[in-house]
């Protein structure tokens, strides 16, 4: 059975940083890309950040370029989202996602196998 499991969410204050991290379990970690959405009330589910299966690659939005970046363990078999320099804009809860079909990335949510149940990340003003 595949898990992915966030962890790292939590309150901080504008300017503040903050590290995600997907626990995954049940699949071939290396052989899938990993990807970082997020969902404000009210919203849409937004990409946030994608790596490919090798970690040679990754791909932001312009909302997010140069303040977040996404890596992956594959020995811990976890991927991570370091966010620096938050914004109450980016308050949502982020969802982990992992594809096999794309092992290269994606920023369509619709191209990812398996998701995580999310972790909340609130900035305060």
């Keep these: 059975q595949v898990q992915l499991v966030e962890s790292g969410g939590g309150l901080v204050q504008f300017g503040g940083s903050l590290r995600l991290s ?17 969902q404000a009330p009210g919203k849409e589910r937004e990409f946030v950040a994608a790596i490919s ?19 992956r363990d594959k020995s811990k078999n976890t991927a991570y989202l370091q966010m ?12 982990c996602a992992a594809s096999s079909r794309y092992p290269s990335g994606s920023v369509t949510s ?13 900035i305060s003003s």
């Design 22 to 38: 997907c626990a995954a379990s049940g699949l071939t970690f290396s052989s899938y890309a990993m990807g970082w959405f997020r």
């Design 53 to 71: 299966w090798s970690g040679g690659r990754a791909y932001y939005p312009d909302s997010v370029k140069g303040r977040f970046t996404i890596s």
């Design 84 to 95: 620096n320099n938050l914004k109450p804009e980016d308050t949502a809860v982020y969802y």
């Design 110 to 122: 619709g191209e990812y196998d398996y998701w995580g149940r999310g972790t909340q990340v609130t």
